[in-house]
């Protein structure tokens, strides 16, 4: 049973919600790397080097006041067969209780936008066969299929024409 996001939603860059740097540490690792026999640390150091200043690394926590919802990235790298791809939104993740109610669209959304006001002209993106079909609806172009041992996607979306729009 969920209910309505309340006037208090919001998507917030990580820094200034440092309160939830455990709970996206902690989803971050048990969706992708858990079982892969990496240890939690890990992930609390690379998650770590989203707090320094600069625009790329980021995090993104989604949240209504202070319950957590979902968290997304833009990160310089995310796929070892393509180093020469940079940057990528990656670790798009959604509370199962909250999900299909648009929580995973807009992160995504403001992690593109995230990326292109970092300076960044074209984004890359990579999904498992399962997950294609979401990322489609949100209008990225598959650029490569079946790369490496995942069969993964790759997808980019580029700035849009009329260049950089950022809030005044
Ligand atoms: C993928 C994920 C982030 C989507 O979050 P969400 O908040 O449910 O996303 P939205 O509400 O914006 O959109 C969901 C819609 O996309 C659809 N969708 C989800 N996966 C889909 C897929 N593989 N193909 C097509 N549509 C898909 C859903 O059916 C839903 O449509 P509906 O609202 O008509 O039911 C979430 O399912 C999740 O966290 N999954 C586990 C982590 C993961 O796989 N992340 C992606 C890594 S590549």
Same mark, same amino acid.
């Given at each position: 049973?969920?209910? @309505?996001? %309340? ?5 917030? $860059? ?8 455990? *709970? ?10 858990? $079982?892969? %026999?990496?240890?939690?640390?890990? *992930?609390?150091?690379?998650?770590? &080097?989203?707090?320094?200043?600069? =625009? *790329? ?12 919802? %979902? ?5 310089? #790298? ?16 959604? &509370?199962?209780?909250?999900? #299909?109610?648009?929580? +995973?669209?807009?992160?995504? &959304? ?7 006001? #970092? ?19 949100? %209008?990225?172009? =598959?650029? &490569? /299929? $079946?790369?490496?041992?995942? +069969?993964?996607?790759?997808?980019? /979306?580029?700035?849009? @024409?009329? +260049?950089? #729009?950022?809030?005044?």
């Amino acid at each position: 049973m969920t209910s @309505a996001p %309340g006037a208090s939603f919001a998507i917030s $860059d990580l820094r200034q919600r440092p309160e939830f740097f455990d *709970i996206v540490a902690d989803r971050i690792w048990r969706a992708w790397w858990k $079982d892969g %026999g990496h240890p939690l640390e890990y *992930i609390t150091g690379r998650l770590g &080097e989203n707090l320094d200043a600069g =625009p *790329i690394p980021l995090a993104l926590v989604a949240h209504d006041g202070a319950a957590f919802l %979902g968290t997304a990235s833009v990160i310089a #790298s995310d796929l070892e067969e393509r180093p020469n791809y940079t940057p990528w939104v990656a670790a798009v993740w959604v &509370e199962p209780q909250h999900r #299909s109610r648009g929580f +995973g669209a807009a992160l995504v &959304e403001r992690a593109a936008r995230d990326g292109f006001a #970092s300076g960044a002209h074209r984004l890359y993106l990579c999904a498992r066969p399962a997950r294609t079909g979401f990322y489609q609806r949100l %209008g990225w172009i =598959p650029l &490569e /299929r $079946d790369v490496g041992r995942f +069969g993964l996607t790759v997808f980019t /979306r580029d700035a849009p @024409a009329s +260049g950089i #729009s950022s809030p005044p």
